[in-house]
């Protein structure tokens, strides 16, 4: 294949845009931005957790109070009814002594009613205390979340608009290359290969390797227009002054 030296060196541009983009592509798919917002994402569903446990712990502690309230309610109306009854003054002795003593009993539960009801009233301010903790955290979470997801919608137009402007160029550079010198670059790409590189120093730029004399030989003996290859990699070999290439008529 033949193609003018300028037209191969296009492809060095070529392949030097191709490599920014497809790191700027990585970098799209990589950013710390966007990882942040997992991270933050992660921690955030982690926080509400820490909510729901805690309101379930409030919940349910708030049923125990209403349920042990009622009952000491219930046996402060049924005290109150019992002394009535001795106040009137119209049972038998037999009969007032069996309301005392189940008065008294009454009383001893009473007791102990209001003490469990004042336990659970000072669970409840702790448990209170742990909820509106994790609710803070929360909110905290969602306004690191705000700035993180703004930093990561900023960094990815950043980038987007670096792939535009790297695709721009390409396409320029692309005018300038021949069709069936891009068409051999671009097949080799497709291959997940690299297209071109510099022939520098006697080595491939697409794959380092370093040429053996025979076939330093055979490219320093290729006219400026023939296309070469890597016998390697098969990428384009670009040459230049850099190429360490002796000069014509030099070899011999």
Request: aromatic share 2%; proline share 2%; hydrophobic share 40%.
């Amino acid at each position: 294949m033949k193609a003018s030296p300028a037209g191969q060196r296009r492809l060095l541009d070529l392949a030097d845009l191709d490599a920014e983009i497809a790191r700027a592509r990585h970098r799209l798919r990589s950013l710390p931005e966007a990882e942040q917002v997992v991270a933050v994402d992660a921690e955030l569903a982690a926080a509400h957790g820490d909510v729901e446990k805690a309101q379930a712990a409030v919940d349910e502690l708030q049923t125990e109070y209403e349920k042990v309230d009622a009952e000491l309610t219930g046996m402060t109306e049924h005290a109150a009814r019992d002394r009535a009854q001795l106040e009137a003054g119209n049972l038998g002795h037999k009969a007032m002594s069996e309301m005392q003593h189940e008065l008294a009993g009454l009383e001893r539960r009473r007791d102990l009613l209001e003490s469990d009801l004042l336990e659970i009233m000072e669970r409840q301010e702790a448990l209170g205390m742990e909820l509106e903790r994790a609710e803070a955290t929360v909110l905290t979470l969602e306004t690191r979340r705000t700035e993180a997801v703004t930093a990561r919608d900023h960094a990815t137009a950043t980038t987007e608009n670096e792939v535009t402007e790297f695709l721009s160029r390409r396409a320029a550079v692309v005018a300038e290359i021949p069709g069936d010198l891009l068409a051999v670059y671009e097949r080799l790409r497709e291959q997940g290969r690299v297209g071109a590189g510099l022939l520098r120093q006697k080595r491939c730029g697409a794959c380092r390797m370093e040429l053996d004399p025979r076939t330093l030989s055979a490219v320093a003996a290729a006219a400026e227009d023939d296309v070469v290859r890597c016998e390697e990699c098969d990428a384009i070999m670009v040459r230049t002054e850099q190429s360490g290439l002796p000069k014509a008529g030099a070899a011999q």
